[in-house]
C-alpha cells in the first residue's frame, strides 16, 4: 500500500475534534501532545481511559508549553492557550510513549521566545529503541533533535522549535514485534521444518530484532541472511532444544508475552525481568501471561518486574482470556499450537490492532484454526 500525504500550514476547527482512540496508547499520547497544533485542541476518548493508563506525566509536561487539559473518565480534552515554551523535566520508566510524543511536537512548535527547550528524562528510559525509532524517523524528514547523557547518565534533549519537515518518499520497515510471534512459532515446532520470514531490516533501529539474537542464544538455529533481509528458522525443538536463561526487557517490553511463552518450552528456568512497565500496556501483561500460561499448565512465579518460568512438558489446551490484548493472543496462540488439546480464543479480531494477518499466517504454515461465530 502507498500513502500520499499532502502537508498543511496550519490545523484548525469551528468546533472541538473529537478522536476515539480505543485502547491505543500510542494514539493517545502522540495525539495529547498534537492537539497543541490544532487552533480549538482536540478530545481524545477510548478504552484507554476507561482502563486508568498512564497519561498524567504527559499532560503535566504539555503544560509547559502553554497546554491546558480537562481529564476526566471517559477521555482528556487538551488546547494551547499560551505561546510559552519552558523547559520539560519528565519520567522516563513509566512510558517511552511520553518522551516520542514530546519529539514529534516540540520541533513543529511556535512559542514566543526562540531558542533550545529542553526535555530532561529523571529517570532511567525504558523502552529506548522504541524512542530511537522515533528519532531516525525525524531525522529522515529534515528534523535536527540534539541527544545528550549528563553526568548522571541520564538522557536530555536538546529541540529547536518552529522546524519545518521536508517532504519525501518514506518505506516504513517491517515489525520485529509482529515477526517475532512467527519466528518463535517455527522454533518451537516439533517437526523437522523451517519456515523463511523476509523483509526484515537489520540495520533499522528497532529493539525487537533482538528476539533472533535471544533464541539462538536459548539454542535455536537461525540463519539471517543481511542481504535478502531474511531469516531463516529450523524446526525441531528436539534436535535443537532451547535452554532457559535470564532476559533483561528494558528495551524490549513488546517481546515480553512471546518470551513468555518460549520460556515455557525451554529446560530449566527462564526469568524474564525488568519488565515493569508492562502493567501499565493494553492490559497488566505480566499478570496475564501468568494467569493464561497457569492454566495450560505452566509452573510460573509472578514478580514485581516480571515472571519466572519453569519448563514444562506438555500444556494443556484452555479458553485464553486475552482482555483485549493482541499481543496476549498472539502470544497465546503461539501457545496453543504446541498444547496437548484443543484452546479457545474470543474475539481474535483484537489482533488487526498491530497484525491482522496473523492467524492466516499461522494458517499457511499449517496451524489448525476453525473460525466460530
Known sequence: NMYIITGRENFSTSSITTI?????GTSVRIFSAL??????????????????????????????????????????????????????????????????????????????????????????????????????????????????????????????????MRTQEYEIPADFSSASFIIAAAALSKEESHVLVKNLDFQNPQGDKKIIEILEQMGAKIQINLTDRSVLVFGNISKYPLKGRRID???IPDLFPILSVIGAFAQGTTHLYNAESLRFKESDRISVMASELKKMGVSVEEQEDGLLIHHTKTLSGCIIDHRKDHRIAMACAVAALYANSESIIHNIEIVKDSYPQFFEDLESLGAHIERKT
Not at 20 to 24: G, H, M, V
Not at 36 to 43: A, S, T
Request: proline fraction near 3%; charged fraction near 20%; charge should be positive.
Open 20 to 24: 476515539d482512540c480505543y485502547n491505543s
Open 35 to 164: 492537539a497543541l497544533l490544532v487552533k480549538g485542541g482536540l478530545r481524545l476518548i477510548g478504552e484507554f481511559f476507561k482502563r486508568n493508563r498512564p497519561i498524567k506525566p504527559l499532560l503535566e509536561a504539555l503544560t509547559k508549553l502553554g497546554a491546558q487539559y480537562s481529564l476526566q473518565e471517559e477521555g482528556v480534552i487538551i488546547n494551547r492557550k499560551d505561546v510559552f515554551c519552558k523547559s520539560i523535566d519528565i519520567r522516563g520508566d513509566i512510558s517511552s510513549q511520553f518522551i516520542t510524543a514530546l519529539l514529534i511536537l516540540l520541533p513543529l512548535l511556535d512559542c514566543s521566545t526562540k531558542g533550545l527547550i529542553e526535555i530532561n528524562i529523571t529517570t532511567k528510559l525504558v523502552s529506548y529503541p522504541y524512542v530511537k525509532i522515533s528519532l531516525d524517523i525525524l531525522r529522515n524528514f529534515g528534523i535536527s533533535i540534539i541527544e545528550e547523557t549528563n553526568s548522571n547518565g541520564l538522557l536530555r534533549y536538546l529541540i529547536e522549535t518552529g522546524q519545518k
Open 249 to 251: 526487557c528494558t528495551n
